[in-house]
């Protein structure tokens, strides 16, 4: 199992306990209040399953780094940008605390030469950064992302010629569309990290998301080793069981939550 799928798993167990408490609070708001305590508990459920999503492409990133070739020209736009970042990092760690001033030691030139020539090495010999001890995780990689940033990200490590969306919209049609209920859900998790309340969520709709970020994650994996003759076959398949899973789960026909 990938660190990206085992870090996926330990998330859910979390989101069911999440969910399983805000069954059991009041889905009415007392007094003075704008919202039920059920449906607080439902906005942190709603911030579990985006920092899921996020954090299980963050951890892909992180293992496909380790397979940066030797040469830069070799390399995706993500991996380029990859580079960047943790050189730019590094470099930012070196100079932490150390002012203008200090650069008249020579140890300090020295340390900021040696650091600074070891960045330039990861732009000329790329690998030297995946076994690199200074390669830092990028936690906020991919921070505040929306689906077209998640898009991109996930596209990149597809080799069937399409985009993640398109791919899955042709493969499994229930799918068609997604981009606006995962942007809603997002827009949901801001609202909480923002302290705002902008958006309505209800018990069903937390539940639908959950299958959406559960399902999408499954159809992410099938996408990274996608062959477009084998596929089409498979996707037939794979969409009469999510036909099934809606039914258990009591989904509507295409029944993704859209923004109100």
Not at 7 to 21: D, S, V
Not at 74 to 94: H, K
Not at 119 to 143: D, H, I, M, T, V
Not at 170 to 178: A, L
């Amino acid at each position: 199992m990938t660190r990206a799928k085992t870090a996926f798993t330990a998330a859910r167990l979390e989101i069911a306990e999440l969910l399983l408490t805000a069954r059991g609070q009041p889905d009415q708001a007392e007094e003075r209040r704008r919202m039920s305590a059920q449906e607080n508990q439902l906005r942190q459920v709603a911030v579990a399953l985006v920092a899921a999503l996020q954090a299980y492409v963050s951890e892909l990133l992180e293992e496909k780094a380790e397979e940066i070739g030797e040469d830069w020209d070799g390399l995706s736009d993500l991996q380029r940008r990859y580079v960047a970042v943790q050189a730019r990092r590094r470099i930012e760690a070196a100079l932490e605390g150390c002012q203008e001033s200090e650069l008249a030691e020579p140890a300090k030139v020295g340390s900021l030469r040696k650091t600074s020539l070891e960045c330039a090495e990861w732009y000329s010999k790329p690998s030297l950064l995946a076994r690199s001890a200074y390669r830092a995780k990028l936690g906020g990689f991919l921070q505040n992302n929306g689906a077209n940033t998640l898009d991109r990200a996930i596209s990149r490590f597809g080799n069937c010629g399409m985009t993640f969306f398109i791919w899955l919209a042709k493969h499994y049609p229930r799918f068609r569309g997604v981009e606006d209920p995962l942007n809603v859900l997002i827009a949901t998790r801001n609202d909480v990290a923002h302290g705002t309340f902008e958006r309505r969520l209800t018990m069903r709709e937390t539940r639908v998301y959950r299958v959406m970020v559960y399902r999408m994650i499954a159809k992410i994996e099938l996408y990274m080793g996608a062959n477009e003759a084998a596929h089409a076959s498979v996707g037939a398949g794979e969409d009469r069981i999510d036909k099934e899973q809606d039914a258990r789960h009591e989904l509507d026909p295409g029944g993704w939550p859209r923004s109100r």
